[in-house]
């Protein structure tokens, strides 16, 4: 069964721009989170779909939004880049909402230059 | 969600057990303690997780205080490829996961 798939794994924008990630989740799996990696926040929790409606949502601003598809498949999208929101993008999925195990891909290293 | 104390890092000898500790001493009832660990340039990878009994699976042993204020994660037996950050989460069914900073493991050889 494939694992969570991400995509691009690798990208460099500018300051300003906007920039869209996908994620596909695992086969089965209705619930799509995303979260935000730093080395000096750490991993923060983005927010989370489920049936193409978000039910979750963590502190951040509105330049940074997501959606899902009616496949599961979802994607988030980073307004008028700043140099801060370099990091890596991180998609998990799950069974359900707040599944109890949920299945992270590889990851979307953003650089915002 | 409550919050979790690690150490920042740790370190063990090949082949021999490695207990790394979780402080949750404002853990509620309705929180289930869990464990993810993320290797070098990867996502998180799900290790293990309980509620009020030790747990054990392929991977490890949770080990959780009888107060449930504290917990641990055993590796029976640390290889290279167990180097990683461990993440201690709690968190109540169908809320969302907060990590921490984690505990970053070395495996010595």
């Known amino acids: 069964k494939a694992g969570v798939t991400q995509t691009p794994r690798y990208l460099i924008k500018t300051r300003g721009q906007q920039v869209t990630l996908s994620c596909s989740p695992i086969?089965?799996?209705?619930?799509v989170s995303w979260y935000q990696q730093t080395p000096g926040q750490g991993l923060q929790f983005l927010f989370e779909?489920?049936?193409?409606?978000?039910?979750n949502k963590g502190n951040f601003p509105g330049r940074f939004s997501g959606r899902q598809f009616s496949n599961s498949r979802s994607e988030m999208n980073v307004s008028t880049l700043e140099l801060g929101d370099s990091a890596l993008y991180l998609c998990?999925?799950?069974?359900?909402?707040?599944?109890?195990?949920?299945?992270f891909g590889e990851g979307s290293w953003l650089t915002v230059v | 969600d409550a919050k979790t104390t690690q150490p920042n890092s740790m370190e063990s000898n090949e082949e021999e057990p490695v207990h790394l500790p979780c402080n949750h001493s404002?853990?509620?009832?309705?929180?289930?303690i869990h464990w993810y660990r993320q290797l070098p340039s990867q996502g998180p990878e799900y290790v293990i997780h309980?509620?009020?009994s030790n747990v054990n699976n392929r991977m490890a042993s949770l080990a959780i205080a009888e107060d449930r204020k504290s917990s641990t994660l055993i590796l029976h037996r640390a290889t290279l490829r167990d180097a990683a950050v461990y993440y201690c989460?709690?968190?109540?069914?169908?809320?969302?996961?907060?990590f921490g900073t984690g505990t970053s493991l070395t495996v010595i050889p």
């Open positions: 998990a999925s799950s069974f359900s909402v707040g599944g109890n195990t949920i299945y």
């Open positions: 086969s089965g799996h209705r619930s």
């Open positions: 779909y489920f049936s193409e409606t978000q039910r």
């Open positions: 404002t853990i509620s009832g309705t929180d289930y």
């Open positions: 309980g509620l009020t």
């Open positions: 989460i709690l968190r109540s069914t169908g809320n969302q996961f907060y």
